[in-house]
């Protein structure tokens, strides 16, 4: 059983306010007198996210950037933040003072106050957990369930870098360009939150492969969705079918992943043009169900794992 069915199963069942969206999308929304505010929570562990000897203070820019790409994906701006942190003991307090630096700036970076959180000893590797809120603009949160068929599908950025900055370090090459890919993704900047509420009908981030979160935004919406393996953006330039098949089923990249109409072409390509942010268009979204996948203008057959899952 996997995590998705996890949370469909036992927890979904659990959960009765309207702003969870039935744990169906990637924050929750809550309302405060000030407007709509979005929250959302994401963990690393040590040899499951990151390498035991990768640096602290890259892990915790991981960890701020892997809430950030949630919350700017919703077309929201991050605000407060919860850290909680179960530190080994066989790691030297040096450590931890480099990785509370680190933490530090890029919360600073991203305009994002510590509030408070947890700290615990962790008998067995390094365990962080960040819950980040969000300032949600006039328009509320962009779902994932906006989407509408005829929709484009757009993703920012570049995809597989993360893949092949892990490849790089699983063989020892440390110097590989990609390995800060891995280490401290690059998310799309924060201007592209005022596009995405200009023009965007669903959103999310793309943590666990483009293909197989191109798969959920269609759900969510009740859609098909076409992807064009031809012109995604692939780190690298990928040209095989294996290859880019890997890459956009990996994860990672924390890239951010929208739909919208036609008709809005033009005046994302002018916003993303004056704010110097890659958009690519991929795809598009139709009635019906399910993932296809061309190259070459021809169907090909997916593998039956496209994206990250524990479990």
Same mark, same amino acid.
Request: hydrophobic share 45%; net charge negative; with cysteine.
């Given at each position: $059983? ?25 924050? %929750?929304?809550?309302? &405060? ?92 590797? *390094? ?6 809120? @969000? ?7 962009? /779902? ?7 929709? /484009?599908?757009?993703? &920012? ?44 009908? @669903? ?7 483009? *293909?197989?979160?191109?798969? $959920? ?13 031809? %012109? ?24 951010? *992943? ?17 704010? @110097? ?12 169900? @399910?993932?296809?996948?061309? $190259? ?16």
């Amino acid at each position: $059983m996997g995590e998705r069915d996890w949370i469909s199963r036992y927890f979904a069942p659990l959960v009765a306010s309207p702003g969870a969206a039935a744990l169906r999308d990637d924050v %929750a929304e809550l309302s &405060t007198p000030s407007g709509p505010v979005i929250a959302t929570v994401d963990a690393l562990v040590e040899g499951v996210h990151f390498f035991p000897d990768d640096p602290v203070d890259t892990i915790a820019r991981k960890l701020v950037r892997a809430n950030v790409s949630d919350i700017i994906a919703k077309g929201a701006r991050p605000l407060e933040a919860l850290l909680t942190l179960g530190w080994p003991g066989t790691r030297p307090e040096e450590q931890l003072a480099r990785f509370a630096a680190a933490l530090g700036d890029e919360l600073s970076s991203w305009g994002i106050r510590l509030i408070g959180g947890d700290t615990t000893a962790s008998p067995q590797g *390094l365990f962080l957990s960040l819950t980040l809120t @969000g300032q949600s603009g006039p328009g509320g949160v962009i /779902r994932r369930s906006g989407a509408q068929a005829g929709d /484009r599908l757009w993703v &920012t950025g570049a995809i597989g870098a993360a893949l092949l900055g892990y490849r790089a370090l699983r063989d020892g090459r440390v110097d590989d360009p990609h390995v800060a890919a891995y280490r401290e993704p690059q998310l799309a900047p924060l201007a592209i939150t005022g596009l995405l509420r200009d023009c965007a009908t @669903g959103s999310m981030d793309v943590s666990d492969g483009l *293909l197989g979160d191109a798969r $959920m935004l269609a759900e969510a919406s009740g859609l098909s969705v076409t992807v064009d393996l031809d %012109a995604v953006p692939y780190a690298g330039g990928a040209s095989t079918l294996e290859e880019r098949l890997a890459l956009a089923s990996w994860g990672d990249d924390y890239q951010v *992943l929208f739909a919208a109409p036609e008709s809005v072409t033009s005046r994302i390509l002018a916003y993303a043009g004056e704010e @110097g942010i890659k958009v690519t268009q991929i795809g598009s979204f139709a009635s019906g169900a @399910g993932l296809t996948a061309c $190259m070459d203008g021809a169907r090909v057959n997916l593998p039956e794992r496209l994206g990250f899952e524990h479990g």
